[in-house]
Every structure is written in structure tokens, then in C-alpha cells.
């Protein structure tokens, strides 16, 4: 019974502790990227039904780099719901390359399309650029201000490696 009295104490010193490692810091400048890509893969097990962890080979792969929102050059698909670019799709793997990538006594699973997004959000402080990786709220965030160029806090997460939120300054 004395260890669950303890469980609060820890949960709340450790809620206390995360919490003083974020900061924040206010941008005039900044960019926000979301590169967005398409992977074909295989699974490859010698029993892909039951195999926990199949070995996986990633075939060909395209992406696009979406900047502050913009429609990106070159032949892209969009924009989704989500107000993103898409590149065209990488070309399926054959017959032929599935197999020759199978060691003996594998299986080769159908190809699959997976979808990749990676959020990196770039502002200055006094000289320097610092380019962090974030999440699609803080992109969509930025998106809205850059037009304007509305001052915006960012507050940064554990050891100040990642944007976890960007808010507008009013002026």
C-alpha cells in the first residue's frame, strides 16, 4: 500500500521536471517544410503469417518538399485534406526485382505504398538558423502566418530538439 501513495509523487515530479525542460523563444523569421514521400516495400520471412519481425526492403521512392504551404515546382499531386503536396508515385517493383531480392526459403509479400511525412520547422535566432524537426500543427501554424509575417512563440520540446507549438504574437 506505501508504494501507490508513492506513484503520485513520482508522476507529478516527473510531469514538473518535462515541463521546466521545454522553453520558448519568439520568431520573426521562419520556414516551415514538410517533405512528403511515397515508398514501395516488401516483407520478406520465412513465414510472413507468423514472422514478428519480417525483414523489410524498400524499393523505389519519391518525394516533394513543401514549403510554408506553397504549391511546390515540378509535377506534384494536390493539394490533400490536409493542405499538402504529394509527388507523383515511384514506380511498383516487378515481378522480377521482388524475387531477386528473396533469400532462400523466404517469402515475398505484395508491395506496398507507404506514405512518409517529416515536419522541420527552420526560424532564426540572432544570426543563426536553427531547423527543428515538429509536428503538422505547428506547420499549419506557421503556413497561416507566413503570409503576414506575424511574430510567432515557439515553445521547444525536451532539451530544445523539437517545436511542439507556434502561437501568433498579437501586436
Do not use: H
Not at 485534406?81 to 509527388?87: I, K, S
Not at 506575424?150 to 502561437?167: H, P
Amino acid at each position: 500500500m506505501q508504494k501507490l501513495k508513492i506513484l503520485p509523487s513520482i508522476i507529478t515530479a516527473l510531469t514538473a521536471l518535462i515541463l521546466t525542460s521545454c522553453s520558448t523563444t519568439t520568431a520573426e523569421q521562419y520556414e516551415a517544410t514538410a517533405l512528403t514521400s511515397y515508398t514501395w516495400q516488401v516483407k520478406y520471412a520465412n513465414n510472413l503469417t507468423s514472422e514478428p519481425r519480417p525483414r523489410i526492403e524498400t524499393f523505389a521512392t519519391t518525394s516533394v518538399l513543401n514549403r510554408n504551404g506553397v504549391k511546390p515546382p515540378g509535377e506534384v499531386i494536390g493539394p490533400d485534406d490536409r493542405g499538402l503536396w504529394w509527388p507523383t508515385l515511384p514506380p511498383r517493383p516487378s515481378v522480377d526485382e521482388v524475387e531477386q531480392r528473396k533469400k532462400s526459403q523466404e517469402e515475398a509479400g505484395k508491395p506496398e505504398l507507404m506514405k512518409d511525412v517529416q515536419y522541420k520547422l527552420t526560424y532564426g535566432v540572432g544570426n543563426l538558423q536553427k531547423a527543428l524537426p515538429t509536428n503538422y500543427d505547428v506547420y499549419r501554424q506557421v503556413v497561416k502566418a507566413y503570409p503576414q509575417k506575424i511574430l510567432l512563440e515557439l515553445t521547444l520540446g525536451v532539451n530544445d530538439n523539437s517545436v511542439e507549438k507556434a502561437e501568433p504574437i498579437s501586436k
